[in-house]
């Protein structure tokens, strides 16, 4: 049961990596023998898979990586690396997450899955996201991981990026999660569940609302980017550690918001200061939240 993240870091001509990833005591993230540099995003999101993988005593999660300023070199490199990443690291979660949203490549990646890692479920967040659904293939997801805008554009068919649906973004114009969700899956817009992220994040079976998380609140997380990244990796952690895909998404809701209040958040801390905070809260929680006992 192994999860492979695959995902670009913002690094210009930043060298494509395969390998498992692990965190450093000093808090720092490798794949294999490189260093990934720390910002949110991947690395937000790879240390919150780890720190649930560590906890849970499953395999690390291995990463597919490459620097990505934005001009899309990083994002071919791993697709067209992608057929032997799955043949070697035989994947039972493959999570496509800070990628630039190519609808052609997204395609072949699906089609190098289902081939190379038959059965392997599907998550997507960030622009892996949005060339899931603009390709049409959201469907085929498990699990994906959006925001207010975001859910706005899975709900939306003409829309083919979240900035078309801006309107949404700070939930100000009729937004309706149970609604949007319920649209987003008719209109094949959604994976068969959705996190929605927010001030009360919405988990969604095939279009239907069927539990919220919003406890504890802790205001100050929305302005430290990285968090929704974290959210996406212990949802893919649990997801790969065989957890049901609804508790897999209320545990890692829990688990991000409580990380949040354990650390005492501000908007002065990172991403990593939440990764560090998941082994206390893993600890002291996740049994009663879902069975899943310290191994």
């Not at 999101?45 to 934005?70: E, H, K, V």
């Not at 994906?144 to 554009?153: H, K, N, Q, Y």
């Not at 992220?197 to 919220?212: F, L, R």
């Amino acid at each position: 049961m192994t999860l492979l993240v695959v995902a670009t870091y913002p690094v210009e001509g930043g060298p494509l990596v395969l390998g498992p990833a692990f965190l450093e005591t000093d808090g720092s993230l490798r794949v294999g023998d490189a260093a990934v540099p720390h910002a949110q995003g991947t690395a937000a999101m790879l240390g919150a898979a780890c720190a649930a993988s560590r906890y849970l005593g499953t395999s690390a999660p291995w990463a597919l990586i490459a620097g990505d300023i934005g001009r899309g070199d990083g994002t071919r490199a791993v697709f067209n690396a992608l057929p032997a990443a799955l043949a070697q690291a035989r994947p039972s979660v493959v999570a496509f997450h800070y990628l630039q949203p190519i609808m052609a490549l997204m395609r072949e990646a699906v089609g190098a899955v289902e081939r190379e890692a038959p059965g392997a479920l599907l998550v997507a967040d960030a622009g892996g996201m949005y060339a899931a659904k603009a390709a049409g293939l959201a469907s085929r997801f498990e699990l994906m991981t959006p925001d207010v805008g975001e859910l706005g554009f899975l709900a939306d068919p003409a829309a083919t990026h979240p900035a078309y649906v801006s309107h949404y973004l700070f939930g100000t114009d009729g937004f309706d999660p149970v609604k949007l969700s319920g649209l987003a899956h008719e209109r094949g817009g959604a994976a068969r569940v959705l996190i929605v992220k927010g001030e009360i994040d919405h988990i969604a079976e095939q279009g239907e609302v069927v539990a919220t998380v919003a406890e504890p609140l802790v205001p100050a997380l929305e302005a430290i980017g990285g968090t929704g990244d974290t959210l996406a990796g212990l949802a893919s952690a649990f997801l790969a550690a065989g957890f049901p895909t609804l508790d897999a998404a209320v545990c890692a809701a829990r688990a991000n918001r409580e990380a949040g209040r354990v650390m005492g958040a501000t908007p002065a801390m990172r991403a990593r200061d939440l990764v560090a905070a998941l082994p206390d809260v893993l600890r002291d929680n996740l049994c009663a939240w879902s069975g899943a006992c310290a191994l």
